[in-house]
Structures are given as structure tokens and as C-alpha cells.
């Protein structure tokens, strides 16, 4: 304990004088600017308003001190051991200028100029009169500045009157009124009513005042009242130019295809003038069809203009995917009074290009692995902006441990794939939304070989529909998606292993799948500034259902159907994945994860086919256990460390995580989390005792936890997770909880229970 006692007083004292070395660098007489503080007196106002408010008002305070960790300054630390470089380069310019962070010194501190900024703040949120005092507390060569605020009480609105002039801006303004952001009783705030003059002028631009602009409108406060209350009045301001009080129509509508941004002219002949409907096309190359611009831009002739429809139109074109640049100009008419000009500049992308992706994975299921992918492109294929793609991949996933380390998988395949970038359906569908709708054709070979144990051929088919209904919701649906898989190389071991353990079996067994498929995605994480963002993902697979009512297939009473002399796959499967983030502050979050899944077999299906089956652990799953490992139920593999790749799977799944994620330093995360959950069968398998599903399923719950790092490096996220097991739902019940055997000391503890997990991105 003495021994001990010393090292902790030993390392407190060299925290200490580390932390206070840095102010013998100061220049003489100045000292190290440690921060300011705002307190906010006032007797009437909530104790949470007056937090709220002192926040806000520190948040103004200029300059910010210098960044610190744990109570200490590391960065201005390095920048004063690394003294003054003698040149632009080497380790002391490096540490001082890239590592470093330069002192921040109370000579640079202005009081009088915060009070200020603290004062007109406190006025502009409906303080008026509001008193600030500056001081400063000096101890140890380092100086804090205290500011105190007495806000007196806060003015609120009493009425709010909007222009009732006869002009047609006037009466166009006044109807906005209703969802007018001024409420009378609302207190007065200056933001606010900027922020009601930018709604006012959003509105306008949606009724074809295309000149107007937020500051042409005045508005006039009126604190004389008395009892603390304020009448705002809205006008137009006498100055606004004709044109900003007319509303404007389009005329022409111009588009260029293949303008060229390093050109100041645009030559062309007049036959590469098309008109097509109310367009004028002026394709030199005779690039696209002209049915491509009818679709993306939402104007017509006659239309009056519309903001909205103008940035649809621009993200229409953007998101078709072939152009680089897109810029639209607005030209009054040289005939027509109150008439805008429409034109279109667009800049190709290259036609034709190649990708060219290197993947690599590593888990501790004892396997690593990489995959290696080329796609050929072309953007506009018929002249319609379709994208065709094909790919060419390989990869391979080898065994890093265990007995049978020869017993590795490689892959081999191609896909091709033509997108529209419309649908194409029996009826016309007219979207509106500013993401363009997409019809998708796929067509997927893949050959699969697990050495020394049997090969796979899968071949895949899919035609269906992709769309956004704006930024947080997007549909796919894929009427139709068809799946075969065949088996061939199936050797005499795996074979004698099947006779011993007839779920091994299930893996070769030809599939026939086809179906409808449908996912719905809504998601505002995008939304930076919530707190509160969440993510949500539902899946629904029908397979086989109609062709399975009309052939009356039920092999409970051996009426299969087979198609190519494959069983038909007759199933329906659910799956949601529900996501919560909530932000804690700028750096800090606590993420959260609940999946469920079920899938029914029936009609010409006992169970489901392999491929459509849950699996559980992994990296981005639970992840103490090893991938593919977990359940069904309390079932145990017996010989998943040293036979086959782990290949577990069920018809239910439910797993949920909670993940604390902080910043640490740089590009530096931590994480904390805590997984649990499991999957299960839905009837009962006599090779697989325990792994049914049934009431006590609860019961059978796994649990993990551990702690991670992720390396933000911009272009993507290098994640390390190490997790230790906490509950093991195949041991008897009343021993599954393991904590009490946690044991790091122990190498044979670790090596059973200590997984790591390598992985590129976040897990959810």
C-alpha cells in the first residue's frame, strides 16, 4: 500500500508541475487567459432560462482559451517545448506548428468589447436596458474574466400587425400571416424576426416574386406601450425597386447539354436547335433524347415562377448522375413584361469510366479476408441517361487458426446491372420529388469454393424500382427477384459429415427462390443539430406465395411443386432495424440498436432456405461472439472452432446495442457498448436441441460488452472493437451469467473469450 501511495503522489506531482510549466514561457508581464464566465442575476427568471441564457451569452466570449483535456493543455504544452523553429520544416516546426496550439494571453482579452457583445445580445433577445459589469480574478501567473448580467425583465410581444396595402405584394405578403412566426405573447427576440422576414420572402418566391428579397421588408418595434410589452409593425419599405413588387412568369426554356464551363461562347448551328414541347434544345453532339429534359425540369411555359420548382429542377438534373456541373440563369424577357428566360448549362461527366475497389474484413470467427472489384460504366447508354454496369469480382476468406486451416473460401463472379432513370411501368407515374425515380435490371453469377468441402453456383435475376420521396424517405421495390443456387464438388468428408449431422446438409441443398421484395427507409440523422435522430429500416420478402396458391403446394401432404426439379421456396419474412442516436454534446453520443426479424416458411417449405435464414455475432452484430457462432437458442456447435466456417442461422432474430461514443483526441474515438440478443427456429429440429423458439426465449438472451476505438481518417472509419462475453445463453440456466468468471489474467480465458473485431465503418 506505501508503494503504491508513492506512485500515485509521484505521478499527481508530475501532473501538476507538467500542467504548470506552461506559463514560465508567457512574455514578461502578460499572463495565460484561462477562460470567462457570464453570471446572469436575476430573481424573476426561471433557474433553467438563466442557464440557458448564461450559456448562450459564454458562447460570445472572445478570445476562446486555450483547448484543454482532463484540467491540462497539451497542445500549448508541445508548442512551447518546441521553441522557435529555424526553418519551415523538421520536428520543432512540426510540434509547434501542426501539434502546437499558441498561447492565448489576457493582454488580448478586450472587457469593455464583451460587455458590449453581452449587452447588445441580451437586448436583441428582449432585455432592454440591460446592465454588464467586466472583472478579472489574476493567480498564478493565469487570469480568468467574470462577467455579470442583470437582464431586467424580458419584453414579449403584444401585437403584430402585417402590410394592408391594396398592391399585390401587399396582399401577397399579408397572406402569410397564418404560419407567421411573430405569436403574439411570444417574447421579442431580433432573430426571430430576421428569421420571419427570410420565411416571408421563401413564400413569395413560391408565388413568382423572383426579385424580392428579405431585407425589402422593415419592420418597426413599438416599446412604449409600457409593462414590458412590444407592437411590431411589418412594412414594405418605400425604396423597393418595381420589378420586386411584380410577380414574373416563365417564357422560354433554354437547355444546353453540352456546355462547357472553360468557354465564354456557345457556337452552335441551327440544326442542333430541337424544340420539343416547351423546350428549346440546343444539342450539339445530339447527346440525349430530349424526353431526359421534360422529366427533370418541373417549369412548363406559362408557369408562374416557383422557387421550389426551381431547385427541384437543378437536384433532378444533378441527380441523374451524367452531368458534373449544372447552372441555371434567369433572363427577363426582351417582349414579354413581368416574363423570365429559363436557360440550362450542363457539363458532362466522362461518358465511360472503370472503378477499380480493393475490400478487406477480418474477424475473430478465425478468418480474414479480401475481395477485389472492377466495374465498367457508361452513363448514357440509349441516350436516356441510363447507367449499365458490369463488375468483375474475386476474393477469398482464409482461416487464420484452428485445425482445418486449409479449409479457406474463394469466390468468383459477375454482375451486370441497367438502370433508367425514370419508371418503366404499364401506366405513367409523374414524380415530383427532386430525387429522380429509378427502374433497376440485375443480373448476378457467383461461384463459390469452400476447399476440400463442396462448391457453390448462384445465380441471381431482379427487376424492380427505387425512389425517394425526399431526404429521409426511400422506397425499393423489386417485383421480381430470383435466386438459384446449385451445388457441385460435394466431397466424400463433407459428405460423411452430412450422414453424421444432417443440418450440414441444408448448405448444399439446391434453392429456388423468387418472389417480391420491398425495404422502406426513413432517417433525419442528416439532421446535425437534433438531439434526438433516429433510423429506420423495414424489410419484406414473399416468396413463391401466389405460385404456391394457385398449384395448391403443401409438403406436409407431399403436394410439392417443383420448378426445374428444385423444390419452390414458400416463405414471407419480416425484418425492422430501428436506430436511436441521441446527442449528449458536440462530441459525445449514446447510439442505440433494436432488430427484429421473422420468417415463416410454409406451403411448399418446412423451413426457410439457408441464404434467407438470420445469423447472429460478428462485427456488426454481437459482438462477442465470433461470427455466425451464436445460437439458434441455447444450441452449441460442438465443432465450430475447429471444422467448418460457423454457420448458425435461424427464423426469429431479436438483438439490441448501446454504444456511448466519444472523441478522444484527433482523429481519435472511443467507444463503450453492450450487445445482446439471439436467434431461433421456429419448429423443432432433433439435431438441435434447445433452439426452438418458446416462451422462455428471454431466457436465452446473449450478452456482450467491451470497448472500441475508431480512427476517423475523412474518407472512412477504421473501427477496432474488443468485447468479452458476459452471458452464454448454451450453459445451463442457472449458469449462464459469466461475469464472475472474468478472468484477463488467465491466457486461456482470453483466448476463449477475448474477440476482437476489425472492421471499416461504424457497426450501426
Known sequence: MKINYMKYCIVLSLLFVYGCSNTKY????????????????????????????????????????????????????????????????????????????????????????????????????????????????????????????????????????????????????????????????NPYDLDVIKTERERIDARLKERGFYYFNPDYILAQVDSSKGDHLVNIKLKIKEETPEKAREAYKIDKIIVYPNFTVSKDTIKYKKEDIVQYNDFTIIDTADTFKPSVFDRAILFKKGDLYNRKDHNLTLNRFVNLGTFNFVKNEFKESDSLKNTLDSYYYLTLLPKKFIRFEVLGKTNSASYTGSEVNVNWNNRNLFGGAELLTVSVFGGADFQLGGENNCKNIFKLGTETSLTWPRFITPFHIQGNSEFVPRTKATVRYEFQNRMQLYSLNSFNASFGYLWRENIRKEHQLNVMDITYVSPNNVTVEYQQDIDTDSALGKVIEKQLIFGPTYSYTYTNTMQKRKKHTFYFNGELDLAGNITGLITGANIKKKDTVKILDVPLSQYAKVKTDFRHYLKLSKDTQLASRIIVGVGLPYGNSVVMPTSKQFVSGGTNSIRAFRARTLGPGSYLNQQTDNSYLPDQSGDIKLEFSTEYRAKLFSIVNGALFLDAGNIWLLNEDPNKAGAKFSKDFMKEIAVGAGAGLRFDLSFLILRTDLAIPLRKPWLPENDRWVIDAIDFGSSSWRKDNLILNIAIGYPF
Do not use: C, H
Open 26 to 185: 508567457l512574455p514578461e508581464g502578460d499572463l495565460l487567459y484561462k477562460g470567462g464566465s457570464v453570471t446572469v442575476k436575476d430573481s424573476v427568471m426561471k433557474k433553467k432560462e438563466r442557464k440557458e441564457l448564461e450559456k448562450a451569452l459564454e458562447d460570445l466570449l472572445r478570445p476562446k482559451p486555450n483547448k484543454q483535456i482532463l484540467g491540462l493543455r497539451p497542445k500549448l504544452w508541445f508548442y512551447n517545448i518546441a521553441g522557435e523553429p529555424t526553418k519551415d520544416k523538421g520536428i520543432r516546426y512540426w510540434l509547434r506548428n501542426k501539434v502546437g496550439e499558441e498561447p492565448v494571453l489576457f493582454s488580448k482579452v478586450d472587457l469593455d468589447y464583451n460587455a458590449k457583445v453581452l449587452r447588445n445580445f441580451a437586448e436583441n433577445r428582449g432585455y432592454f436596458k440591460a446592465r454588464v459589469s467586466a472583472d478579472s480574478t489574476v493567480r498564478n501567473k493565469r487570469a480568468t474574466a467574470e462577467y455579470i448580467v442583470q437582464p431586467r425583465q424580458q419584453y414579449k410581444i403584444n401585437e403584430v400587425k402585417f402590410p394592408d396595402d391594396s398592391s399585390a405584394l401587399g396582399k401577397a405578403i399579408a397572406r402569410t400571416q397564418r404560419r407567421s412566426l411573430l405569436k403574439e405573447g
